[in-house]
T-cell receptor, first 114, second 117 residues
């Protein structure tokens, strides 16, 4: 069935270091890959997304790469700051009958130590 | 960016009562709204998808008579948990999209924490 695997489940880095979170998806029909940041007690916030016709996208300290052949995509955060600490979810979306469906990864809890 | 609000943010109710949660898109018309359930330290589980003016599509295993969804306008969807029980306690999150099909952004509300005593 449709599945998105996300690794690692927990990631601890020192302030200023880079953090990388990786996801793989099973459905080759997926064509939109958003990343969300969720802080405690709040809803997820979209931080960056990539479409299937693009291999890489960057927005300041955040970048996402997509390898359609291997069906995996990654989130890269450079120069991490304590306020980057949160849970990050990757997702894979595709069009289906009646609309659009998004499957989420299990999440990565990122701790940035000052 | 687009803003989605949810009300209430927290609700505590007695077992057997019904609870209604509202989800509103504040600055765009949401042709599609989604309702998710999230358990502590877990990912988001899609419960149902609702397109404005039509019946909601429920995911497998989600009881449509238990979780009533109404998407009466392009800016409002409601989720009613009927005859709530303690196992319904959870964090419920809605999201909204401005298109049914194209891969456009999905904006999430802040969530509603439901506690059933």
């Amino acid at each position: 069935g449709e599945n998105v695997e996300q690794h690692p489940s927990t990631l601890s880095v020192q302030e200023g270091d880079s953090a990388v979170i990786k996801c793989t998806y099973s459905d080759s029909a997926s064509n939109y890959f958003p990343w969300y940041k969720q802080e405690l007690g709040k809803g997820p916030q979209l931080i960056i997304d990539i479409r299937s016709n693009v291999g890489e996208k960057k927005d300041q300290r955040i970048a996402v790469t997509l390898n359609k052949t291997a069906k995996h995509f990654s989130l890269h955060i450079t120069e991490t700051q304590p306020e980057d600490s949160a849970v990050y979810f990757c997702a894979a979306s595709k069009t289906r009958t009646g609309g659009f469906k998004t499957i989420f990864g299990a999440g990565t809890r990122l701790f940035v130590k000052a | 960016g687009a803003v989605v609000s949810q009300h209430p943010s927290r609700v505590i109710c007695k077992s057997g009562t019904s609870v209604k949660i509202e989800c509103r898109s504040l600055d765009f018309q949401a042709t599609t709204m989604f309702w998710y359930r999230q358990f502590p330290k877990k990912s988001l589980m899609l419960m149902a998808t609702s397109n404005e003016g039509s019946k909601a599509t429920y995911e497998q295993g989600v009881e449509k008579d238990k979780f009533l969804i109404n998407h009466a306008s392009l800016t409002l969807s409601t989720l009613t948990v009927t005859s709530a029980h303690p196992e319904d306690s959870s964090f419920y999150i809605c999201s909204a999209r401005a298109s049914k099909l194209a891969p456009v952004e999905q904006f999430f509300g802040p969530g509603t924490r439901l506690t059933v005593l």
